[in-house]
T-cell receptor
């Protein structure tokens, strides 16, 4: 059962454009929504995260928009650069029997072309 | 600071052989996760430990897979016997519950079963 649905699967954007990656969830018990960035041959690394009590969070060129009523959240990358080319995963955390469990989306392969 | 350390980084083995993947979490972390990454299924949580105790192994695909965490600084994921469909990247990750929910990933063990 896919608890976090992510789209698109792949995305090609010209340098300077604003790629947008979307995620949707069903479980209202999720209380923390991080985004991870993964470069080839490396493990995923935390990029930015948001809690459901805020609608937007910005860190540098990266912004998360969160719509609690729609159970959707998205990542926007401002002034995208070729170095942003990577796979991006959204995720959602729930407390499970007193322990924290993170569920990932299926990933978006982003390519920024010069 | 040393991150999550995994070994081996790459392994090629023949079908039917036993495979053991190793992980050293970040010192002081009390949660450890094993994930599997494939093109088809993305990042799947196999099992996670809290304070060395297995909490949820519902993601372990079948009895051929087993994981142990004998102490706070070491964990293993074993596949016996291995099959070609086990070919994937296996990630170990660790976190400290209550630290802000950041999960840190290792660089992965790339397994090919021929």
């Amino acid at each position: 059962q896919q608890q976090v649905k992510q789209s698109p699967q792949s995305l090609i954007v010209q340098k300077g454009g604003i790629p947008i990656i979307n995620c949707a969830y069903e479980n209202t018990a999720f209380d923390y929504f991080p985004w991870y960035q993964q470069f080839p041959g490396k493990g995923p690394a935390l990029l930015i995260a948001i809690r459901p009590d805020v609608s937007e969070k910005k860190e540098g060129r990266f912004t998360i928009s969160f719509n609690k009523s729609a159970k959707q959240f998205s990542l926007h990358i401002m002034d995208s650069q070729p170095g942003d080319s990577a796979t991006y995963f959204c995720a959602a955390k729930v407390v499970h029997f007193g322990n924290e469990k993170l569920t990932f989306g299926t990933g978006t392969r982003l390519t920024i072309i010069p | 600071d040393a991150g999550v350390i995994q070994s081996p980084r790459h392994e090629v083995t023949e079908m039917g052989q036993e495979v053991t993947l190793r992980c050293k979490p970040i010192s002081g972390h009390n949660s450890l996760f094993w994930y599997r990454q494939t093109m088809m299924r993305g990042l799947e949580l196999l099992i996670y430990f809290n304070n060395n105790v297995p909490i949820d192994d519902s993601g372990m695909p079948e009895d051929r897979f087993s994981a142990k965490m004998p102490n706070a600084s070491f964990s293993t994921l074993k596949i016996q016997p291995s099959e070609p469909r086990d070919s994937a990247v296996y990630f170990c990750a660790s976190s400290f519950i209550g630290s802000g929910n950041t999960i840190y990933f290792g660089e992965g063990s790339w397994l090919t079963v021929v």
